[in-house]
């Protein structure tokens, strides 16, 4: 059974850090490339960073020098350090995966599996 399980979202002071995980299922994380989305209330769902199964990266120009997205394969587990939090980040944040281990056209696919989210809340 594929499982993505987020947590580490909350609500957080502008300015202030999260760290957000996704464990998931070993079947699908060593071979996928892994991303993570988010969706704010009356917006569409967007992918802000991804990474490769061999660590190549992409962002949203949003979120460039303030978003880290990270992967241990030894505990299958994705992470988003999100530093200098704005208002604007309030979002669910979902942890998704592709389905092949590349990024290419990575903000025009559609992700094979996906998370059930963890909302992240940013007062001003």
């Known amino acids: 059974q594929v499982q993505l399980v987020e947590s580490g979202g909350g609500l957080v002071q502008a300015g202030g850090s999260l760290r957000l995980s996704c464990a998931a299922s070993?079947?699908?994380?060593?071979?996928?490339?892994m991303g993570w989305y988010r969706q704010a209330p009356g917006k569409e769902r967007e992918l802000v960073a991804a990474?490769?199964?061999?660590?190549?990266?992409y962002y949203v120009d949003s979120v460039k020098g303030r978003f880290t997205i990270s992967r241990d394969n030894a505990k299958n587990t994705l992470y988003l350090q999100i530093n200098s939090l704005k208002p604007e980040d309030t979002a669910m944040y979902y942890c998704?995966?592709?389905?092949?281990?590349?990024?290419?056209?990575?903000?025009?696919?559609?992700?094979?599996?996906w998370g059930q989210g963890t909302q992240v809340t940013v007062s001003s």
């Open positions: 990474i490769s199964s061999g660590g190549s990266t």
């Open positions: 998704a995966a592709f389905g092949i281990g590349d990024l290419l056209a990575v903000t025009s696919r559609r992700p094979r599996y």
């Open positions: 070993r079947s699908i994380f060593i071979i996928n490339a």
